[in-house]
């Protein structure tokens, strides 16, 4: 993606935490049929050289997971916190008027080769992961094991694994880093004055101020 260097963001423990945040990454791949898109929930493994594994699961019937045997590469899109910046908000615009709107936003982008698997014991273990993960704040997290066996075994028939070992990642953080100190100042004042999404915002162009 487009990578200004005052946008660019490489700590792999900052992308990492954003992955795991926001796990609905957009699968893209380009098959017989032209480009594919499909919004799925990932598992990012990450070990302590920064090698990167994604797993993931999707409908058998989905045609894009055939497409991905024969891919030699894929691209997945993590998107954070994100929104609209009013040029009403920048100082500039009373010193000059030479200002416009733009977009905000943190995002990371991961390259890899696809494996396909319809192994029954690695679906289980990354449907059990899975769902501990995304359970973990429920009152009274909801396992696997409580629905039937029968049935669980059934829906496993109908969706197919995905593994994704990273090869290449990109983070961008977009913050209002290319305006100045008054600029930045008037755009997290104007995100604070809106709503839970715009006050993300704000903390985020306020971390990477200076």
Known sequence: MYQPSSFREDDFATQLALVQANPLGLLISHGAQGMLA??????????EQGEVTLRAHMARANPHWRALQRMPECLVVFQGVEGYISPNWYATKLQSGKVV?????????????????????????????????NEGNQPQPWRIDEAPAN??????????GIEIVVTRREGKWKMSQNRNAADISGV????RAGDGAQQQLADEVERRRG
């Open 151 to 160: 049935y669980i075994a059934s829906q496993m028939k109908a969706i197919v």
């Open 101 to 133: 709107p733009t977009w905000n936003y943190t995002m990371v982008q991961m390259w890899g080769k696809p494996m396909v698997t319809e192994d029954p014991l690695w679906l289980q273990h990354q449907l059990a992961a899975l769902t501990a993960l």
């Open 38 to 47: 499909d919004p799925v929930p990932f598992l990012v493994h990450a070990d």
């Open 188 to 191: 997290i004042a104007g995100l």
